[in-house]
């Protein structure tokens, strides 16, 4: 599996609530992360993501692009959460491979905007 069929796997394995069937794929033991919500070990990241997707249980990720150069992935991906009333959310993941799994990652998020001007919107 390419780095890049493997970054889809995991992040489309987590967003439908296999989160640790994601981890225990994908993930190395000495992974890292620079979400600045949770501590930067691998556990901690786990377990936000389970939390989040018993919180939101019909949460959905449909990736847009998904770009590999050398061991990183960088994925742009439309996260709806399963309910209506709740903003889209435009997310970009860049994951850091070696041998095969992720060791590094980091996340950005920014809700779309209902009024916003930019008619190009985020996609």
Do not use: C
């Amino acid at each position: 599996m390419s780095n890049k069929e493997a970054a889809k796997s995991f992040l489309k394995l987590a967003a439908a609530g296999h989160v640790q069937e994601a981890y225990d794929k994908h993930v190395a033991s000495t992974f890292i992360h620079h979400n600045s919500h949770f501590a930067g070990d691998r556990q901690s990241l786990l377990t936000a993501m389970a939390d989040a997707s018993r919180q939101s249980p019909n949460k959905s990720l449909e990736i847009k692009q998904l770009f590999e150069e050398g061991e990183t992935v960088i994925a742009h991906s439309l996260v709806t959460r399963g309910d209506p009333a709740a903003p889209g959310i435009a997310v970009i993941h860049i994951l850091r491979f070696a041998n095969g799994q992720i060791v590094e990652l980091w996340d950005l998020a920014q809700p779309l905007a209902k009024d916003s001007p930019n008619e190009n919107g985020m996609f």
